[in-house]
């Protein structure tokens, strides 16, 4: 029946009533078709959608550009914070099978494209339902419990120099999914632009295993010399090295330690005769050493931690950021920066000692995408070491000064969850692990792969 027929059966007193819903109704209509009337080709599945009329932003498309030609989806937010919306699209997938994503993205007046421009990937079976994960054996042997798949996070990669960023990520469809649901979002960025391209969803290959041996020293220098503190770690690196350790950490301002001096008295420039003497030993022994030192720079002092690669290279150089007060009383200057260096093993972050107690550093280091980071630490909080791989998701190599019956720090390797996976409990000995950094890490009760969700919903 249609709209006049309903109108004509209408009592004549209620007509005007009648006739003013037909016509709102009809303008409604008309509003919602119109909405997307730039979508050109709905041959390409990309369906808008937002959570709600009142918040939602306007969706559009423009025509391809050289060298891809592929058309370009724009979503643009007015002025309010809560505007949010997404183009959406169903890939069919293979429960069990791997998946590269892969998109490009420019935003115009987002403040934090990170969070405000994530793009998602939604596991589903075949009538648009979520489904369960796939849950990696249990160590202990108990009965998994097998959580909901969570959405993926495909991160950020580089910038080229007409604005556009890569967006990747490689990911194992859970085994009963039938369907990704692939969503291209701008949301909380008021009068802001974003454009997406390039989007694929093409089945891959798993990532090849990326397995690295950690190690750190249990050592406490006896002070004697500085000469001496360097040489006394060399046993340590030669037994690293022959259980096939890839990378070792030692301690914290191992020439001052013991020595009775103010760190300005034995504070020495990078590279200098302690990061030259461990070079000699890490081209030797074709190892990555991290070791910490005071460094002197002109009149500055930092309490600083280097990494050497195989080759005898300095590969880099971290300055403390957080100091107690012992340091600041005798002059010591914080550094300022969260470095992250590329190595063959994966992305090597340092933080020393007292920045353990303060979350701001390590997250620093694992957003700047630290996988591993080596710490150098006379003594923190046991919790907080934990804390610092937990809620970033990486490798924590930790090199003390306590002793392990202390209920204080300890020399280890920490797992993505916080669980110490090796522990040197003896003076003068090691503890090594191996690790495997191409997977992400997967929580029992399931935050999905929460460092990709780290840029994404951080404040």
């Known amino acids: 029946m249609s709209l006049l027929q309903i109108y004509d059966r209408i009592r004549p007193g209620s007509k005007f009533f009648a006739l003013f819903a037909i016509m709102n109704l009809f303008l409604s209509s008309s509003e919602v078709q119109s909405f997307d009337h730039t979508i050109k080709n ?23 550009k050289a060298p891809t030609e592929e058309p370009i989806w724009v979503i643009q937010t007015g002025a309010s914070i809560a505007d949010h919306g997404w183009f959406q699209r169903s890939f069919p997938v293979k429960g069990g099978s791997w998946y590269q994503f892969g998109a490009i993205k420019k935003t115009k007046d987002v403040e934090s494209p990170n969070r405000s421009a994530p793009a998602r990937i939604v596991w589903q079976d075949a009538q648009g339902k979520p489904v369960r994960a796939n849950v990696p054996p249990n160590k202990s042997g108990e009965k998994a419990y097998i959580p909901l798949a969570e959405p993926e996070h495909p991160m950020d990669g580089s910038t080229n120099a007409e604005g556009w960023t890569e967006v990747r990520g490689v990911y194992q469809a859970p085994d009963s999914a039938t369907q990704a649901l692939v969503e291209l979002h701008l949301q909380w960025a008021p009068k802001g632009t974003v454009q997406w391209s390039r989007i694929s969803l093409m089945e891959s290959t798993a990532p090849a295993p990326r397995k690295v041996r950690l190690a750190t020293a249990h050592y406490v220098p006896t002070g004697k010399s500085v000469e001496r503190n360097r040489e ?5 690196i030669l037994a690293a090295k022959a259980k096939g350790a890839d990378l070792i950490v030692l301690g914290e301002t191992i020439n001052h330690t013991n020595l009775g001096k103010k760190p300005h008295e034995v504070a020495e420039p990078i590279p200098g ?31 600083s931690a280097c990494l050497i690669g195989p080759d005898g290279m300095l590969v880099g150089t971290y300055r403390k950021v957080c100091l107690p007060h012992s340091e600041i009383e005798d002059g010591v200057t914080p550094g300022k920066n969260f470095p992250v260096f590329y190595t063959k093993l994966g992305k090597v972050g340092m933080m020393i000692c007292y920045d353990g107690f303060f979350p701001e550093v390590a997250r620093g ?13 006379a003594g923190c909080n046991p919790l907080l070491s ?9 490798f924590l190599v930790s090199s003390t000064y306590t002793d392990s019956k202390a209920n204080w720090t300890i020399s280890a390797i920490y797992d993505r969850d916080g669980t110490p996976l090796a522990q040197a409990d003896k003076w003068n000995t090691i503890a090594i692990s191996e ?25």
């Open 42 to 64: 709905p041959d390409h599945g990309w369906i808008p959608v937002s959570p709600r009329g009142e918040i939602r932003p306007n969706f559009s498309q423009q025509p391809g």
């Open 232 to 236: 006394e770690y060399w046993h340590l």
């Open 273 to 303: 005769p302690t990061t030259n003497y461990f070079s000699d030993l890490a081209k030797n022994q074709k190892i990555h050493i991290v070791v910490g030192l005071y460094e002197r720079h002109d009149t500055v002092v930092y309490n």
């Open 365 to 377: 280091l694992a957003l700047n995408g630290a996988e591993i980071v080596a710490w150098p630490v």
């Open 386 to 394: 934990r804390a610092r791989a937990c809620e970033n998701h990486i």
């Open 435 to 459: 690790v495997d950094l191409s997977r992400p890490h997967f929580w029992r009760n399931n935050l999905g792969d929460f460092r990709s969700m780290i840029p994404r919903h951080r404040p």
